[in-house]
């Protein structure tokens, strides 16, 4: 009974907050500001929208043509059709419910290519932690790339202050660390070996014979991403002149309120249409420039779910 009240509250709670942010934020528009936020949608470039969900297009099937060399390296395979279609299911899953697109993903792939369902799974882990991986890189790239900004915040940051919690959080991590090396307790071994597993599968990425195409793939997903959020700068006036260190800090605050929430619903536009005033775009462009990256990748999402969960069913039914 717990465990499905958690379960509710992870994909209401977040849902929830995002509807009372977007009625807050959105009553605080005067009707001329609706209107150029309407004004915005109207004159939208979307030519350069859907050469973004091109380049969308080309990450998915990266994603998927990836998944070949972990399967393979555990003796398994399946056609490029299901792995596909498992990867665009996932997306659409992760948006009503977070995490489950994992579960998702493992169950087409056992049912459409009968690959064991904790073989599967402990693939999608393993390219999870290396996306992950990715995109602390990235974080980081993007905190060089707009260090002036960054310097700017830390003049008001009470450094003792900082030193004081750091030191504080240091000290409980070191006797959490020291406590789960040392701990004989039961549930402490089994999350030992839980965690050994998950590092041994992240390290069998790089000793796979096609770990370098793994890797430029994976490098290729990410560069995807960020190439369909560039693309649509385009579409609006108010955006086409951003920086690429502005488009990428933008990027990322996107990124996260995606990981953090169910696929971003309610929460994406906002966060981006406030991390876009900072380089002097309105917050009405901002608001128009983050709905119409928020809806046509997730128009995408459904458009190539909807087709997957409909030619896997013919399959299914051929088989």
């Known amino acids: 009974m717990n ?16 509807v009372f942010l977007i009625i807050y934020i959105y009553r605080q528009f005067s009707p001329k500001e609706i209107e150029e936020v309407k004004n915005s949608f109207k004159t939208a470039n979307y030519l350069y929208v859907f050469i973004s969900l091109f380049f969308g297009l080309t990450g998915f099937w990266a994603r998927a043509y990836r998944w070949k060399y972990t399967l393979a390296h555990i003796g398994y395979t399946a056609p490029f059709s299901v792995k596909f279609g498992a990867v665009s299911i996932t997306y659409l899953m992760n948006m009503f419910i977070p995490r489950s697109g994992e579960v998702s993903r493992a169950l087409v792939l056992k049912r459409y290519a009968d690959v064991p369902f904790d073989k599967g799974f402990g693939t999608i882990i393993a390219e999870r932690i290396i996306d992950l991986i990715l995109l602390v890189i990235v974080l980081g790239l993007t905190v060089l790339l707009q260090f002036d900004m960054v310097k700017e915040y830390l003049v008001d940051v009470p450094f003792k202050k900082l030193i004081l919690y750091g030191s504080v959080a240091g000290i409980l991590f070191l006797g959490s660390v020291l406590f789960f090396i040392y701990s004989k307790l039961n549930w402490v071994k089994k999350l030992k070996i839980k965690i050994s597993g998950l590092v041994e599968g992240v390290l069998s990425v790089f000793k796979m014979p096609n770990k370098w195409p793994f890797l430029l793939l994976s490098l290729y997903i990410w560069f995807s991403y960020v190439l369909m959020f560039y693309i649509t700068i385009y579409a609006l006036p108010e955006t086409a002149g951003l920086s690429f260190g502005s488009v990428i800090t933008t990027f990322v605050v996107g990124s996260l309120a995606i990981t953090f929430t169910n696929g971003g619903i309610m929460w994406f536009p906002v966060m981006v249409a406030k991390t876009l005033t900072a380089y002097g775009v309105p917050f009405t462009a901002g608001t128009a420039f983050g709905w119409i990256v928020w809806g046509s990748q997730t128009g995408l999402i459904f458009l190539l779910s909807g087709l997957s969960f409909l030619l896997l069913a013919l399959l299914q039914k051929s088989k």
């Open 3 to 18: 465990k499905k009240i958690s379960r509710i509250l992870s994909i209401l709670l977040p849902l929830t907050l995002g």
